[in-house]
């Protein structure tokens, strides 16, 4: 897909020349953080080194004291304490955290994870009941809750005390749950909003082992904290949330654990993704570790991803792992078929969004191909399952569109919807989608007409460099602004005029190409561009990311091709 190049403007020569010196980093490093909205000396070091230090007071989010205490009242009396999630990824680390916390303070709960294709996402009624006669006193809910209602109503009615923690956008109604954490409700003081559902369930025990310990209520073992962060590094950058502020902090060091940590059920799936003894990146996590972990939830049990992150049993963990893996294969066989069968439909081509319903697609894995049409087409998708009467769908947003606020607007036409800006789902009566369609379409077309830039995916430039400027300094400095994902972007550079030495053709549809610019030759590689190979003349602008190859401990750089234009 063609895309827009937009060079980011030059920042001040002052500016940058004082970031350069007080930080020690090269004037590009500078322009970078600048690019990134980063205008503060104190704000660039702690980006650029940042420390769990950092980490507001959990005790800003509202309700979060009165949860607290009603946890800690709930541990001294020994009362069944539930935890109830979701089946993706989100969900079932913040699951996996508080079992963990919670045992590790010999305390037992329970925990429970709704039936994708039966029950749908969230609470239930029917769950309710279910552990109103197991005698639950109170249920700590993770990554739902927020909009509800009805179960919520059903739990006070029955007795059972709930504590909601959620990030999905507050919808304007309080749910009169015994307590609310959720950065955005109104009258929170919480300064970042974006936390993904194990964010929020991390500040839980952030503030719950506080008061523990405040109170004298832990025993001489003290559950070290920064070990949970694995956990919330996988949630975190699986939900798509940005990876700014707070979850920035949180992925740095997570991504640290999951290289290095001992817990054993991730140790098990870096080996069966092929990722034992690598330094982890976001993107191992993102396209590697997380999609195992969510084909639990998509076309299998979601029971084995918690399974396997609370383990402490080697062979359990390994047996898992390899079970998850097999899952993870049959998801994407059936997320082929599916995505194979949309793209012979001629709505997508003129329609400037993607709604399309269909009883022949599994629930669990419409997600997924939503987010590659979005790649492909570049416009707001939405997927539906159909089951009779009743619809669940999946949409993926684009860059300029916010798709909670699209789906706020076809509220009339929905039965329930949720999620935030990147991402939501939503349940649907069939009779409804051609209206609900014709609505979504004409919101989309309308914010075009408003801001036509977000008809076209755009293509971020950095800065204009020189091949000659790419060093091992530049490279451990562009490192240094990890972990890269929604809301920071690993860095885009540009070169011009460079001359395209040798091309080939790798794989089914890449290109290895060698360029030479200001007498330097590099490798670059353009994954999934065989198309262009017939448009690439002999002088060339490229876009492109660095990056240093060490196969067979050769040291070299090279670039991923991320767009080419003819000179």
Known sequence: MRRKWLFLPKKNDETVEKFSKELNVSKITASILLNREILKLEEAYQFLYPSLSNIPSPFLLKDMKKAVERIIDAIKNNEKILIYGDYDVDGITSVALLVNFFNEIDFKT??????RIEEGYGLNNEAIKKFYK???????????????????????????????????????KRVESFALINPNQDGDLYPFKELSGVGVAFNLVIAL?????EKGLLSKKHPNLKRYLDLVAMGTIADMVPLTGVNRIFCKFGLEEITNGDRLGIK?????????????????????????????GRVGDPYLGVKLLISYNEEETKNIAIQLNEENEKRKKIEERIFKEILKSPDIIESPAIVLSSSDWHPGVIGIVASRLVELFYKPTILISLKEDKGKGSGRGIEGFDLYK???????YLEKFGGHKHAAGINIRKEK??????????????????????????LKIDAQIKFNELN??????????SPFGIGNPRPIFCAKEVKVIEKQIVGEDSLRLRLLGDSRILTGFAFQMKPLEE?????????????????????????????????
């Open 134 to 172: 197991k005698g639950i006193d109170l249920i700590i809910t993770v990554d739902c809750g927020v909009s509800d209602f009805e179960p919520i109503i059903l739990a006070n009615q029955l007795g059972i005390d709930l504590i909601v923690t959620d990030h999905h956008q507050w919808p304007g």
């Open 472 to 481: 091992d300094n530049l490279l451990h400095e562009i490192e240094l602004l």
């Open 535 to 567: 448009k690439i003349k002999e002088t060339i602008d490229v876009a492109f990311q660095p990056r240093i190859n060490n196969f067979n401990n050769i040291k070299k750089i090279e670039i991923d091709i991320k767009d080419i234009l003819v000179s």
């Open 433 to 458: 989608i051609e209206l609900f369609k014709k609505r979504f379409i004409e919101i989309v077309e309308n914010e075009i007409i408003k801001n036509k830039d977000i008809k076209m995916p755009l």
């Open 209 to 213: 082992r506080a008061s523990l310990r």
């Open 406 to 412: 699209g789906l706020k607007h076809c509220e009339e």
């Open 268 to 296: 098990m799936l870096k080996r069966v993704s092929g990722l034992d003894g690598y330094e982890i990146k976001s993107g191992d996590v993102g396209f590697r570790l997380a999609p195992r972990v969510n084909a639990s």
């Open 110 to 115: 329970f925990y429970y994870i709704p039936k």
